[in-house]
């Protein structure tokens, strides 16, 4: 059989013009674009990101596909089979398909299950993957903060699903990206506290959004629940610089030889 081709597109972390080109093109161009939301009568976050950018083509099928904020296997597991089904029969009928996702299709999202499946229930099919800005390069840029320099080492954890080993992941990582907060804030306000990093911590709701909220005081935030567009991030800055003090004063950097 021949299918349609899969394209997984990141749209970026909120704020339409941070869509890449071939983000738009491959959006304009696909025969459906599957949107995905966390309920059935909710409205999907992609399509609100390129709506303004794409708008609508009257032949052009908008697929808006359910993926429930659950950890449970089971329930997850029969949204993801319906929401398959439903692209796989778009795809056999030879029709392109792609798959829209907040961020980029490769952290956290819903698309990393999609491609795992997809040469298991179609075959031979042609997937392509279309990276987005992350909210990994988002926060910071909003914050003003770099995330790592020279010898600097990054942890990324999601920090609904446990946080209480951040003590030890704090302090051994230069910077600390806690993404999925939920109500994990009062325990990473303890942990902040307890290696005394707080002062180092931003917390960022709804990135490059309209509703963009910024809190450096993460104790003003404490007792609200994250949503899953709310990060915080640690910065320690204390090895900053390209070898910071692996070098000697005295020592003369070489050249770049031109020719």
């Not at 398959?84 to 980029?104: C, H, P, Q, W, Y």
Request: glycine share 8%; net charge neutral; hydrophobic share 45%.
């Amino acid at each position: 059989m021949r299918y349609g081709t899969l394209y997984g597109v990141g749209v970026g972390p909120g704020a339409p013009d941070l869509l890449t080109l071939r983000a738009i093109e491959t959006l304009k161009h696909a025969d459906v674009i599957a949107l995905p939301r966390s309920s059935d009568y909710g409205a999907s976050m992609a399509w609100r990101i390129i709506e303004p950018v794409i708008g609508k083509r009257s032949d052009q099928e908008r697929l808006f596909l359910t993926f429930p904020m659950s950890k449970e296997p089971v329930r997850l597991r029969q949204a993801w089979d319906t929401a398959f089904a439903k692209i796989g029969e778009r795809l056999e009928n030879g029709r392109s398909v792609a798959f829209a996702t907040e961020g980029d299709p490769s952290l956290y999202s819903t698309f990393g299950y999609l491609l795992c499946e997809a040469q298991r229930r179609w075959p031979g099919i042609r997937v392509e993957v279309v990276p987005g800005v992350s909210s990994i390069a988002a926060v910071p840029a909003v914050l003003g903060v770099p995330l790592a320099d020279g010898l600097e080492r990054i942890a990324i954890i999601p920090a609904n699903y446990g946080v209480d080993d951040l003590v030890t992941i704090l302090n051994s990582f230069d910077t600390t990206i806690l993404m999925k907060i939920g109500s994990e804030m009062p325990k990473i306000v303890d942990a902040l506290k307890r290696t005394g990093l707080l002062h180092k911590a931003a917390y960022v709701a709804k990135a490059t959004m309209p509703e963009q909220r910024v809190a450096a005081d993460l104790q003003e935030v404490c007792t609200e629940r994250g949503d899953c567009f709310a990060m915080v991030v640690v910065t320690r800055r204390e090895r900053s610089g390209v070898l910071a003090g692996e070098v000697s004063p005295n020592a003369v950097l070489a050249q770049p030889q031109v020719g």
